[in-house]
Nanobody, 118 residues
Framework: QVQLVESGGGLVQTGGSLRLSCAAS????????MGWFRQAPGKERETVAA????????YYADSVKGRFTISRDNTKNTVYLQMNRLKPEDTAVYYC???????????WGQGTQVTVSS
């Protein structure tokens, strides 16, 4: 497994920006698919974005396309989520997760709170 620690959450006004970071250790980070997920109170967890091991392939939920950017730096064992033009509906606890190649997400961070005020 991979040990993951998120940071960068906080309180921001509508239209503002935040950058989340997820530092990894353990299993070889560069061979893992990395994803960002979020869960708002009373709602199910949803996938926000994901990035392939090389960074060459990405996925975004429709709700964040054009506003969020996922990236990774394998030399720093870190994955990022740049969030721009934030909306109140982006308020949630954000988690990063790692999946081995061909496998399911099996390592999760503790989460970081993002609150967008209107």
């Amino acid at each position: 497994q991979v040990q993951l620690v998120e940071s960068g959450g906080g309180l921001v006004q509508t239209g503002g920006s935040l950058r989340l970071s997820c530092a990894a250790s353990g299993r070889i980070f560069s061979s893992s698919v990395m994803g960002w997920f979020r869960q708002a109170p009373g709602k199910e967890r949803e996938t926000v974005a994901a990035v392939s091991w090389s960074g060459g392939s990405t996925y975004y939920a429709d709700s964040v396309k054009g506003r969020f950017t996922i990236s990774r730096d394998n030399t720093k064992n870190t994955v990022y989520l740049q969030m721009n033009r934030l909306k109140p509906e982006d308020t949630a606890v954000y988690y990063c997760a790692a999946a081995p190649l061909g496998g399911s997400y099996d390592s999760w961070g503790q989460g970081t709170q993002v609150t967008v005020s209107s």
